[in-house]
């Protein structure tokens, strides 16, 4: 019972300020790729054309970063439990936070890099020129995959820890509890992607 009332109050949190309007005609989404409802948790709710997350559980992208330099944001629409990175189709999706098994990397709303229940960094957002306590609801999680090395930015500046030996084929994962909402951006960035990396494209356009 409980899990349904969440699920209730996160699609209710979800669909907050997003109006239907049976006058406004639909226009097709330029960009396909988005997040993948047949790659989910059961518990995980998907709108805002597979843009937006809440629920219990983790969600992938539908398309795997197969370029040489991808890069995506995520932005923190309400705060609660998450986690945001990269995993395999193997991966569990019932698990609430990334990095939990071998088959993702993730950072998670408590600074910390995981990957295999093993926590591989903390990172710390504090600067003599800004004081950052924590990441907060507004804030944009940049994520950037070279097949060689997997960098974290937040709003923009990046974290001072790369994740290497990342194997398989990998797609954005995004990792919610606790009545947190992650929004996934997948073109017209927040902040400028680093040198040479792009959107994710899909792989027949890379022909």
Known sequence: MSSSV????CLKGCLNNFKFN?????????????????????????????????????VLGNAPLVQSKSYFEVKIQQSGSWSIGLATRQTDLSLTQGGQ??????????????HNKQ??????????EEEIAQIQEGDIIGVAFDHIQLKFFVNGKEIDHTVSNIKGTVYPALYVDDGAI????LDNFSHLPPSGFEKIMLEQSLL
């Open 6 to 9: 969440s699920v209730f109050c």
């Open 22 to 58: 049976s006058t406004v005609p639909h226009l097709p989404r330029e960009n396909p790729i988005q997040l993948d409802t047949a790659f989910m948790g059961y518990e995980v709710v998907v709108v805002k054309g597979g843009l937006r997350v809440c629920g219990s559980g983790a």
């Open 101 to 114: 098994d071998a088959f993702s990397w993730a950072v998670s709303n408590d600074h910390l890099v995981r």
């Open 119 to 128: 926590e591989l960094h903390k990172i710390s957002l504090t600067s003599p």
């Open 182 to 185: 992650l929004d996934i951006i």
